[in-house]
């Protein structure tokens, strides 16, 4: 699957789940990510810079979708098993 296909599919995913996505021209002072999740006046949100590739797109929306419960919604089999192991690793203790 194409990270642009991905990408849109964990769009999708992220709004059914009432989680905004905004693309941004982030700035920083040093390095940083991509962009991540986070809660503005009480509404999740997931914030992407606008000069990040597809597939980093991808892995940021994949990793915000990894912190919420996504049984309810429709996610081909793929993107499920991503977001499952995404999940996984995400609650490892360091």
Do not use: H
Not at 9 to 34: M, N
Not at 44 to 51: A, N, Q, S
Not at 80 to 93: G, I
């Amino acid at each position: 699957m194409k990270a642009e296909q991905l990408t849109e599919i964990l769009e999708t995913a992220a709004q059914q789940l009432g989680v905004k996505v905004r693309y941004e021209t982030l700035v920083a002072s040093g390095p940083t990510g991509g962009g991540g999740l986070c809660k503005i006046k009480g509404d999740w949100c997931v914030i992407i810079d606008k000069k990040t590739a597809p597939s980093e797109r991808a892995s940021i929306l994949c990793d915000a979708l990894a912190t919420m419960d996504t049984d309810a919604i429709f996610l081909p089999p793929k993107v499920r098993e991503m977001v499952a192991q995404r999940r996984v690793s995400l609650t490892k203790p360091c």
